[in-house]
């Protein structure tokens, strides 16, 4: 008696299991839809003027071979407060006085930055280790794994004009950098702390912007109260060229 109603339940369940093309041999493959591939966000790779520009071999130090990391996933930008006054034919000797400076009386084995950006908007190349690759620079004490350091040549202190082509150049360089890992320049990241001279303790997993300034972390005014208030629009623009805002 409790038993005589399951047929017709199996019959009701092998008509909903036909429905859905489950368990009818008769029924045709629905062929499986194709899953949407990720939005990728890259941004075109600027022109880079290479290191062979500005460092001959009266100059040049010997060092170390490059090392590196497995990507870069934050920017941090400085300036170099130097005066701001140049031409910008004078780049390659003023970057050569940079690098001096740095593999001289801080006896760093090159220069720390791994670009540098003038008033007239040209990105150099600074470190070795070529520009396509995550070279570990010289630039944030504690953060210089897992980024790249770009330097504003000028001082940029409260009040100065930061120069539209200098921003333009570091947006594009950025967004062109961060997009080879996948990173949205408006973004936060997290950076593990190797030196507790920063503002983090050795150790410590910060949380900072993927397009920082310097002073974001590591105790100092780099890169000037100036360009930091630019820093916002940067990142705008950095999205924008990597295709994520219109």
């Known amino acids: 008696m409790l038993l005589s109603w399951l047929p017709g339940l199996a019959a ?15 029924a045709k493959h629905r062929p499986p839809v194709a899953a949407r591939p990720a939005a990728v966000y890259t ?3 600027p022109h880079i003027v290479p290191r062979s520009v500005w460092l001959d071999s009266l100059a040049r130090h010997v060092q170390p071979p490059p090392r590196y990391d497995d990507k870069v996933v934050a920017v941090f930008v400085h300036h170099t407060d130097s005066p701001n006054g140049y031409d910008c034919a004078d780049v390659p000797r003023i970057i050569r006085y940079l690098y001096a400076g740095q593999t001289g009386a801080r006896q760093w084995d ?5 670009f540098l950006v003038d008033r007239c908007g040209t ?12 070279v570990t620079g010289a630039h944030t004490q504690g953060f210089n794994h897992r980024t790249a350091g ?7 202190t409260a009040g100065v004009a930061v120069p539209k082509a200098m921003t333009d150049a570091i947006a594009a360089l950025a967004a062109w950098k961060l997009g080879l890992a996948g990173i949205d320049p408006r973004s936060e ?3 593990v702390s190797s030196n507790s001279l920063s503002r983090y ?22 890169p000037g109260l100036a360009l930091m208030a630019r820093l916002p629009a940067i990142r705008q623009q950095a999205a924008r060229l990597q295709g994520r805002i219109p």
Do not use: Q, W
Not at 110 to 114: H, L, P
Not at 123 to 134: I, L, N, T
Not at 150 to 156: D, E, Y
């Open 12 to 26: 009701a369940l092998g008509l909903v299991l036909c429905a859905d093309g489950i368990g009818h041999t008769g």
């Open 123 to 134: 990105v150099y190349e600074g470190r070795s280790g070529g520009v396509d690759r995550p």
């Open 43 to 45: 941004a075109a790779r």
């Open 110 to 114: 090159d220069i720390g930055y791994n």
């Open 189 to 191: 990241v997290h950076l």
């Open 201 to 222: 303790a050795a150790g410590t997993t910060a949380t900072l912007p993927a397009l920082a300034g310097h002073k974001d972390a590591y105790m100092t005014s780099c």
């Open 150 to 156: 770009i330097a504003a040549i000028g001082t940029f």
